[in-house]
């Protein structure tokens, strides 16, 4: 490794060395680096005429170094990289220009100590640096030194508790033995005969013992085994077959004897009693509400009581009354909460006369209203006739243990109880499906940890947790357990952890991750510990940097991704250790702040929210509102008052108050995720951090096989088109596509696409060519749930210049345009914009489980029809799904989501045709809402009333949505747009897509789908619905001069109404075409 060379960078990223070239802006200026696509290259970056050249060195068999240059010139070889560099100061030998100044690298800016965390004392030694200059006198010193030192520690041990044998065989081995050990090992032989001859003197009883015990044990396991074995056991053949194995492994293996006997005791006994057995589901006990209900203008006093265990919701007049009125778990369709009144629910039930009934509830705060939702779906979930689930919930807790053990009771933690946004009491017992706990400074040993974490998670949720996976860098740790049922489930299990301490070599700082597949969806989850201290802010943002090239998880087919893009769903937690930037002498004002709970003046000047801000960390990461207090730093065993000043020789330090622990999450583009927590406990004190606590819902997509005959299923499609990407990059090369994805049997490419320099700098690429994706399976219930990564290439070297993702889910019913911003290394390098149409077999998607609670919106948002005409809203109410409230399907946010979704208007045929019942009442009157056209001729499809659907009840994208806690990280939707044709015409052209989010105007044409995907069907005009809420009538004849817009397949019912339902939209006049009717085209490139 040249790491001594001016000119090598290491490891550093590309955006940087072509940074640090640009900034010379001398012509043959260079440098190399690490190659990001082939692990033992190098690229070797050249500038000229402001332009980056990478050349890639590559080695050969024989390790022989070559650069691949321009054809035609002859490839030369060289044993070393300064050779290579030498001979390429030359001209003519291939490069765009000869090499000239070389670029030195950037002096990185170490961590200093912490003095309050020492890493583990190690010895003194000294090696001297070149081993060939070692001569019997240094040898003889550093061995003495090393016999002194210990012998100077036995000094000062209390050893009067060991025999009189033990201390002499311990004080002649570091006075001689140890010596003879480290020449032993200056030689080649790590075999340490010294030391095996202590522990063979100081364990000679130990060996006789285990052989005497072991039998005993062996015939204690075997009876425990289900399956009885003739013949001696397994363990004892291991262990007494080879009385030459070191002590510590034949200790290592009785351990483990002795955990299998006690795990599979305690099984035994909690099966016999009834206390847990294995896979049974948790006992939840019963609970009962107090409500008011709304009726006729009066309200009345009712009890409603939660039975989960037996499926079933009673209603009651009095909280000891009769229990004959009662719904079970299958008539309970719907609940609808309201977002103007926040303790309000609406409860859609299903009576005996196959009617639907709709019964409103007022609890007594928003907490209740929760804590029963929760019920309510877990209730569903336990007894759902689904064989997989679509939806689990997860736990997500960090805590900085300051070196010290956990008190007797942690049981507030996994409960969310304390400050900010919490669980209510009603939902204590409701198991989650995975328990992810992070710790840093962790003092105890894994084993010690884990059986901690079981046994509460048993007193808790009377669930004996299986461990997934746990991962440990020195005191920085990772566990996560899971439900009993789940363990068929989760594969393809991986761990990894990454040093960022001193000189990235330490382990005191860093991060450990795991990742797994459960059923069709991946998880990543990452807890790190980052170096402290309110001024060290850049060498955080740079140990997230390092943490997120280097931490090695999930699918590695996925070598061009970083972990942000590899998993569906990405937690990261930890100790990240940003602060509140304000001087010292506001520590007492923070603190008045703190008391009085008025954190947002505080949280403006949190590091980590500032630097999200400034796209330099957690690039698209979501982060629930803190309505908690700073977590750091109190003082121990209270927390009622922070230690913010702390004594050292250089003078007083300063540990303001901050929200030093966190939790955040990357999800793929359209999936369900909702958090219901996120706060830390007031009742664990023995650290000077408070623990922190957050729970999802998240949806999961299942282990897919086709009910449909291979034979006669028609093939599926994804084509992906009119693809134009706009890269930051000063880098001189040609550009490629390549598609991800684990519905495709293989990656795909694309060709050459046509690079255009833009006035800012940036790099425009079209990619003419139409790219067709043959899935694996083509039925919509698996397609709609898979997404599509890209990955923008050069030609030259192979390497990445960014990375997004697509959800197949935004071309469910007709062709979408799409617009990700591209990352590399977490941190933006462009933007995509392209079209993306699916053709799938026929067949159409089940309700999701997580469909079951929605959200009910009262506002009105105006609409401007064609010709400027106001009309007030077809709805005064829409009901979505929580997951999505306040982001629209159709919009997203390219700046803080990473992506956008031109939904294209679907046309008044599928608009506004609910029946009257459900327009009086403004939300659907079952699990799917009925959609049928005017004309009463044509089949009636189902279409739900979600989101990830498309059956949305608003005005697509162009109303302002009101935000529900969220506003941190959720934006409105755009203004409404204009539908004259005035708007059209002065609309200005379009700009280079930016760091900021735009909407792709539905006003804009829509290039005609491909033949082979769609053929043409001409529609018959229909009559408008007489239906009540002012619903918008079937598609009139198109004008003449339009283009007929491409219509499904007729076989595929689940897409017979291309142009799904706008509830918001005004009805267009029958002799009056709507103007969004007009046809579609894809976005030009620009």
Known sequence: MPSFQPWYHGNITRSKAENLLSNTARDGSFLIRDSESIQGAYALCVLFQTCVYTYRILPNEDKKLSVQASDGVPIRFFTLLNELVDAYYSPNMGLITHLQYPVPREEDVEEEQESTNHPPQLPPRKISPDPKENDSKTMEQASKSLSDTYQMRLQHVDMSHLSEEHQMALQEYFRTSICLDAEQAQNGNLSLPGLKKLLAAVCKNLNSEISQILPALEIFHRALDQQLSPGPGLFSK?????????????????????????????????????YDGGHRKSLIPVVTFEVKQESLGMSTKMFLKVDVESGKLYFKK???????????????????????????????????????????????????????????????????????PDMITVFVGTWNMGGVGPPSNIDSWFQCKGQGKTSDESADHIPHDFYVIGTQEDPLSEREWVDTVKSVLRNITNISFKLVASHTLWNIRIMILAKPEHENRISHIFSDSVKTGIANTLGNKGAVGVSFMFNGTSFGFVNSHLTSGSEKKLRRNQNYTNILRFLNLGDKKL?????????????????????????????????????????????????????????????????????????????????????????????????????????????YPLVHVVCHSYGCTNDIMTSDHSPVFASFEVGVASQFVSKQDPNTESQGGIQIMNCVAVLLTKAKTKFFIEFHSSCLEKSMKTKEGENMEQSDGSIKVTFGNQVELTPIISDPEYLLDQHILICVKSVDCDESYGEGCVALRAAQFCYREFQVTLTHHGEKTGTLTGGIQLRTSEGKPTEKLYDFIKVERDDAVPFKAKGGDKFAMAQTHDISNPSYMGLSFKVGNVKEKGWSYNMLNRGPDAAGQMGKDSKKAGYDLSPTAKVSSGGGDEPVSEMFDNPLYGSMGKSHGRGKEPSHQQTDHLTAGDPPQSSSKDSELERPPLPTPRNRSYTCSDNKPQPPAPANLHPTVQKKPVVPSRSEGGTAPSRPPLPAKSRPEPQPH????????????????????????HKDNAPKMGRPGN
Request: proline share 4%; charged share 35%; glycine share 2%.
């Open 1050 to 1073: 007729k076989s595929r019912d689940y897409r017979d109404i291309s142009d799904i339902q706008n509830k918001n939209r005004a009805p267009a006049r029958p002799a009056q075409p």
């Open 559 to 667: 070598n061009p991704f970083d972990i942000t893009h590899r998993f569906t769903h990405l937690f990261w937690l930890g100790d990240l250790n940003y602060r509140v930037e304000l001087p010292s002498t506001e520590a007492e004002h923070i603190v008045s702040k703190i008391k009085q709970q008025q954190y947002q003046e505080l949280l403006t000047k949190d590091q980590l929210r500032m630097e999200r801000n400034d796209e330099k960390v957690f690039l698209h990461f979501d982060e629930e509102d803190i309505t908690f207090a700073p977590t750091y730093r109190f003082e121990r065993d209270t927390r009622e008052k922070y230690a913010y000043t702390k004594a050292k020789a250089t003078g007083t330090k300063y540990n303001l108050p901050s929200w030093c622990d966190r939790v955040l999450r990357k999800s």
């Open 318 to 388: 009095s909280k000891e009354g009769p229990e004959d009125k009662y719904f079970v778990h299958n008539k309970i369709l719907k609940l609808v909460k309201s977002q103007k009144m926040h303790a309000k629910l609406i409860i859609m039930v299903e009576t005996e006369k196959e009617k639907t009934l709709k019964k409103e509830f007022v609890f007594d705060d928003t907490k209740k209203r929760e804590g029963f939702c929760q019920l309510l779906q877990q209730m569903k979930n336990k007894h759902s006739e689904k064989p997989e």
């Open 238 to 274: 291991q262990i007494s077959s080879n009385s030459s194995q070191s002590i510590s492994d034949r200790l290592e293996q009785l351990t483990k004897l002795l955990y299998s006997i006690e795990d599979k005791a305690k099984n035994t006994v909690f099966e016999t009693i009834g």
